[in-house]
């Protein structure tokens, strides 16, 4: 068995898709979490040789500007790739509801090595992620209750629900003719909408103002 190099990390996903998550200014800025994959953590190691560069001299003339190179540990750096997603999401309630991301010391390729060396943590986070994915059905299915719209319903939650093998109706396909995208935040709308559901956007100003009489 080859040396684990404990300088870098390992960041576990036990989550169905990819996640792409940016830092700007950090060089590299743009990090692609492997997903799990039939049962299978997805496994992506975080490099040390992640640097800001910082102008020692934010009053330099721009040719004379002499910028240095400021390293980020690449344990701190997994954990605030796993941060930055986690707490925009919807029904994350740490420690009991939380998505299966966590970070491990070392450079680990090898799933099979990582579910049975880290067993407690596997199960952990499997179970914390499978009590995030109920809150989330949780939601949609009040959702539905109250509006009967697919397009109410998001990705996520439709996610939670085929990991955890519900049956429900608003999982069905969307329609073809409500396949139309927000160009604000990439939502499903209905073909025509005047404003967004999900996010709130107005869509058509003018029919908006005539509706609401402004």
Known sequence: MREIDTT?????SLLPYKLTEYKPGLNPAEYIINPQVNG????????NNAFYLVNTDPLADAKEVRSIKVPVPS????????ND???GLLAVEAPDAFPGLFALKGDYDEPKLVMVKFAK???????TQIHWFERLIAIADDTWSKSHSPIAISSLERDACRMLGYKRDWLNPIPLEVQEKCPFCQNPINSGAIKCVTCGEVLDKKKYAELVGA
Do not use: C, H, K, W
């Open 121 to 127: 943590e596997m199960a952990f986070f499997r179970d």
């Open 75 to 82: 344990r701190e750096l997994a954990d605030s790739i796993i």
């Open 8 to 12: 870098f990390t390992t960041i576990v």
């Open 40 to 47: 299978t953590p997805g496994l992506t190691i975080i490099p």
């Open 85 to 87: 997603y986690t707490s």
